[in-house]
Structure formats: structure tokens, C-alpha cells
């Protein structure tokens, strides 16, 4: 009997019997010839030890995705390019992170990032400007408010004098003004006692 140890689900061909090589335990005593398709070493001991003729059929070398797999050139290269490009992108986004900004050496997208990366710390840099500068006018504007809230409750002290002149004059007349009255309406009212 001719025995086939393979993982094939289909092709089978008839007057072979075929067993899956995983499930392998002990020789079939009757096997006249065997083919193991794949690298089974434990099998192809066995039977050559029993005396039966093995033949090994070698399975292709598969093609493990993320690997250096031998491509066409034109591929070879759109890869190595990308390769630079995400290495570079990688180094832009590192340096970032860190807190700097160095200009990449390669990778056109990762120039392009850069330099709008660039143009944004520029605008970023002229709007601090621009804010501390406004700082500074309103804290300017705060003193000069201060200033003349302060000025306008308490009149010079010549002012002063003149106030308690103008009241006293008043107070002699016996004519009525507000307490608070500013300088302007009790010069009115002493001017109005001299007509009279």
C-alpha cells in the first residue's frame, strides 16, 4: 500500500491512502512506499527504520506579510520609500513629543508637516506677542482709571480752599446747596447773591 502524509484537502488521487501528518503516532506496518509532503522528519525516521522506501516532497517557502519578501523592483522601491517616509515621521512626532522641532532629512510628507508645523509656531509666536503687548496696554489703562477715580473724589488742595470759601459764603446768604455740590454750581449760586 502506498501511504501519502499531507495536509491537502483535495487532489487526492485513488489507490493512495493519505493521512494527515500532525495526527502521526506509529508506522502502518503495511506501507510498501511512503511520500511525506513537508518537512516531518519524526515520519520519514520511522518508516526508514522499518525498511520502506520514503520519499520527502519539499512544500514552497511561504510568504509571511511584514517581512523582506523578494519582490519586483518598481515594489522594492515604492516600499523602501514608504519606509523612509514612516521613519521620518516618526522621528518629526518624536522630536515633537520631546519638545522640539528638528527638520526631518527625508520623507516629502514629513517636510510638509514640517514646514506647516513651522508656520503655526510662527503665528503662535507673533499671537503671544501680540497678547503680552495688549497686556501691558490694559494694565496701563487700569493705572491711568485708578488714577483718575482717585483725582476726581479728592479736589486739589487749592480747590479745596476755594470750595470752603464759596460754602462759607453761602452759609452767611443762608442759601441751601447740596453737600456734595461740585465747584461749578457754587460759583453759579455766589454769583447769583451778587446780583441780588
Not at 35 to 54: F, L, M, R, S
Not at 86 to 98: F, I, P, R
Not at 124 to 143: H, I, N, P, S, Y
Request: aromatic share 4%; proline share 4%.
Amino acid at each position: 500500500m502506498e501511504l501519502v502524509y499531507t495536509n491537502q484537502l483535495d487532489g487526492f488521487e485513488p489507490g493512495k491512502r493519505y493521512r494527515v501528518p500532525g495526527l502521526f503516532r506509529s508506522i502502518e506496518r503495511n506501507a510498501t512506499a511512503v511520500t511525506v509532503v513537508g518537512d516531518y522528519p519524526e515520519i520519514v525516521t520511522a518508516y526508514e527504520d522499518a525498511g520502506v522506501d520514503v520519499g520527502v516532497v519539499a512544500l514552497p517557502e511561504p510568504v509571511v506579510v511584514g517581512t523582506q519578501a523578494a519582490v519586483s523592483g518598481g515594489l522594492s522601491k515604492l516600499l523602501a520609500a514608504l519606509q523612509d517616509e514612516s521613519g521620518a515621521m516618526v522621528l518629526l512626532v518624536d522630536g515633537l513629543e520631546a519638545g522640539e522641532i528638528h527638520r526631518p532629512e527625508s520623507g516629502e510628507l514629513a517636510l510638509r508637516l514640517f514646514d506647516v508645523l513651522g508656520t503655526i509656531h510662527a503665528s503662535v509666536g507673533e499671537l503671544t506677542t501680540e497678547r503680552d503687548g495688549l497686556a501691558l496696554t490694559v494694565d496701563a489703562l487700569r493705572a491711568e482709571v485708578e488714577a483718575l477715580k482717585k483725582s476726581a473724589l479728592t479736589p486739589p488742595a487749592d480747590e479745596a480752599g476755594e470750595i470752603s470759601a464759596l460754602k462759607a459764603k453761602l452759609d452767611e446768604a443762608k442759601i441751601q446747596y447740596r453737600g456734595n455740590a461740585s465747584k461749578e454750581s457754587l460759583e453759579k449760586l455766589v454769583a447769583e447773591l451778587t446780583k441780588e
